[in-house]
């Protein structure tokens, strides 16, 4: 009986033991940890912006007119030049000396006269005379004072139409003389000599040009 009774005891144990270990093994296996889902993170593509590129729109280009073919153009017609046909004289005022400080007339006064010829610029020429004459009277006796030149006339009218212009070269050559006639006394004083002038005178009638003892005015006669 004590035998049958340690029998069951030590297959007690022998199961207890054997629950122990297996319990003790089960504790020992490795617990596989839980596996938790990671998000994955996903690349979402970076959206670049695309230029919006306007739709061509055709463009009409106009056929170009060709301009109405041109018509000849009068050509303008030059205004006559007034030194065409011009004619006229130039009025001369020569101081005369013995007569001035003798208290005579002073100035011996001529004309000479002068015209255009030919195309632009205008050929100018002319001759006149200037003559002088005058006699002082007194209880003493006579002073008298004669003079007698010739004029030429050179140069040329040229200019645009409105504004001509004469360039005139005169000459005035000639014989003065001084005649002294007392009671028992008669003397004579000759003179000669020439003169030369450069003269510009705008086209007008009257136009003067003067200096120290002389003076010439331009008449216009024709032209």
């Not at 001035?100 to 205008?122: H, K």
């Not at 008298?144 to 005169?170: F, K, R, W, Y």
């Amino acid at each position: 009986m004590s035998i049958y009774r340690n029998t069951i005891f030590k297959i007690v144990q022998w199961l207890i033991a054997i629950l122990v270990v297996g319990s003790l093994t089960a504790g020992c296996e490795p617990t596989e940890p839980a596996q938790t889902s990671t998000p994955t993170q996903t690349n979402t593509p970076t959206q670049t912006a695309t230029p919006t590129i306007p739709a061509a729109t055709a463009t009409m280009t106009p056929t170009p007119t060709l301009p109405p073919p041109a018509l000849p153009t009068a050509t303008a017609t030059q205004p006559p030049s007034a030194c065409s046909g011009l004619a006229g004289y130039l009025e001369v005022a020569v101081l005369v000396g013995p007569a001035d400080v003798a208290g005579l007339t002073p100035d011996a006064v001529g004309q000479i006269p002068f015209a255009a010829s030919g195309s632009g610029p205008y050929p100018i020429s002319g001759s006149g005379s200037i003559n002088y004459e005058d006699t002082l009277i007194k209880e003493w006796g006579t002073y008298a004072v004669t003079l007698n030149m010739a004029g030429t006339i050179t140069g040329s009218c040229s200019g645009p139409a409105g504004a001509e212009q004469l360039h005139l070269d005169v000459e005035l050559s000639g014989d003065q003389l001084v005649v002294v006639t007392s009671e028992g006394f008669n003397a004579e004083y000759p003179w000669s000599g020439t003169h030369q002038f450069a003269l510009d005178f705008p086209l007008m009638d009257g136009a003067t040009v003067q200096g120290e003892g002389w003076a010439f005015t331009l008449h216009i006669t024709a032209g």
